[in-house]
């Protein structure tokens, strides 16, 4: 008799996620990231860069012909365009700045140097591609036509140009700090309107501030020679070079900061699921026996790499053994009906079972 292992949602949580969990969260995230394919990396990418393109355009909007004044102007445009991330988290999409959280793996040896390098590069492209059509297509539609978001478009492109190329890196390097908090927050937010709350402060900051978003950028500098801004292409170059620079080093930075606070004395070792470690570790796994109708539930998570032995009964005297069940689930999604393996797999997802 075929056994079949049910496993259910422990109840939600309000509280955030403590920072080692969001660091664990992160790094598994950035595991499933390098192993996305090739098509479905630079659709993603695609779908990145719009969103951030529309949260520029409606941030050019609310900053033209603003009452509130310099600074409460430039914090609603911030408001404003933190939508693209918020989309972008949501909806799902992948962002090159947001992604270079991946330093989180990278550091600890989940992935190799060239899944970080094939990601960055792939998600770049997309989000350019994403970004540059949203700028043609808004330009073709005629909303500018007509009234000061033209004009504050042609502001916008020719003050980012201007900027030297020192100003636009470091400008850069603050703005992936605050981009890649926004991203750790809202990991930490168990809600829809959680992700957007820790989401809308990082990055109305950053605009409200002055800083630089590369991706962004492809967005607003696009649109704004598009509507005339009187921007060369070497400035062109120059902003977005250095500005993406400063991005990966603003956001390496704090990823490994993270990393080295939260996740690397748990990287010490060999991971368990190699070789004779896992041999180790399946003889002193921890065991869970469930009695008859009842079936085991996810409940907190567990470094990845740990084992769990599981005995469920079919109803008949000898209960049947599961050694080392692999349950294919990230932390906080539905789990699937699986049937019991005939042999010995290791967890490779950051779950533990429980009673219920």
Known sequence: ??????????????????????????????????????????LLGLLGGLYIGFGGALATLVLTDSTLGFGLGRLAAGLAFSLGLIMLVIAGGELFTGNNLMLLAFAGRKISRGAVVRNWGLAYAGNAAGAVLLALAIYLCGILDGNDVKATAVRIAEAKAQLGVGSAFLRGILCNMLVCLAVWLSAAARSVEGKAIAIAFPISAFVALGFEHCVANLYLLPIGMLSGAQVSAAGFLANIGAVTLGNTIGGAAIAYTWYLIYLANSEDEEPAHSGRKAMEASSQAPRLRVPAGRLPLITQPVPSGEHADVDVPDGSSAPQHASLVNIPSAIGQPVPVIDLPNRSPVITRPISLARH
């Open 1 to 42: 008799m075929s056994n079949r292992l049910t496993l259910q949602q422990a109840p939600v949580s309000v509280d955030p996620f403590a920072p080692a969990e969001i660091a664990r969260r992160l790094e598994v995230t950035s595991v499933v990231r390098a192993d996305l394919p090739t098509r479905n990396l630079v």
